[in-house]
């Protein structure tokens, strides 16, 4: 008898894991991404990449990302941080599963004080990068856990004396902090675009719509 079900129970486990290959191998993750009417996105608050506004968010990959999905049908977006389907944003190195959008330098910036530090306060979205040495012997480097905007303002107001932001987030807030200055490019970052259950075919799609004349100019 307990031969019997022995083999009774294996003929299942077969079964099962033959159904599961077949299923993983008709749908692949592009067609199961297709399907879904809720897109799960995660996104670094950066103007950049998303900027929330009253009436609706805005942002240079947010924008994008919309009209990606447009190509799909009409697609709701969530904000999640577990369980995603797309996650934008800064990479130091090589990642899985993931597409490299553009290259965003990143600059050491100041305010036009006199009475400055030798203090930098890098976000730590930004800890992995590397730092020369020449750049490390001269300055302390201090990390933080504060939002881009609180860390524009205290630099604006001399509450820090530098900061490293990328060159996009420097644009936008000089128009409203024009006493920011560029000291010099300290290394360079990708922004990508991660896809954390693809099988391939997802970031392939992606690859054709940027190529395709549906796509919108994605290089700044």
């Known amino acids: 008898m307990l031969k019997i079900f022995v083999r009774f129970l294996t003929t299942v486990i077969l079964i099962s894991a033959a159904y599961l290959v077949y299923v993983n191998s008709k749908f692949s993750s592009l067609q199961q991404f297709t399907d879904k009417k809720i897109i799960s996105v995660k996104l670094q608050n950066l103007p950049e990449i998303i900027l929330p506004l009253k009436e609706d968010n805005v942002g240079y990959q947010y924008e ?9 049908g009409k697609k709701e977006i969530e904000f999640s941080s577990i369980n995603n389907d797309i996650e934008i944003y800064y990479e130091v190195g090589k990642c899985n599963k993931c ?14 004080d006199e009475k400055r530090n030798n203090n ?3 976000l730590d979205i930004y800890k992995n990068i590397k730092l020369n ?5 001269k300055y302390k480097i201090n990390y933080t856990s504060d939002n881009l905007d609180e860390h524009i303002y205290n630099l ?5 004396s530098y900061a490293i932001v990328t060159r996009s987030s420097y644009l936008f807030y000089k128009k409203y902090y024009p006493n920011l200055d560029i000291i010099r490019k300290v290394n360079s970052i990708d922004l990508v675009w991660r896809f954390p259950n693809d099988d391939g075919s997802i970031v392939d799609a992606l690859l054709s719509y940027l ?8 290089t700044e």
């Open 211 to 218: 190529q395709s004349d549906e796509s919108i100019d994605i």
């Open 120 to 122: 930098i306060e890098v």
């Open 156 to 160: 604006s107001n001399n509450l820090i």
């Open 99 to 112: 597409i490299v959008i553009n290259k965003q330098d990143l600059l050491l910036i100041t305010n036009n």
């Open 64 to 72: 994008f990302l919309k009209s990606f999905l447009s190509s799909f």
């Open 133 to 137: 040495k020449e750049l490390t012997n």
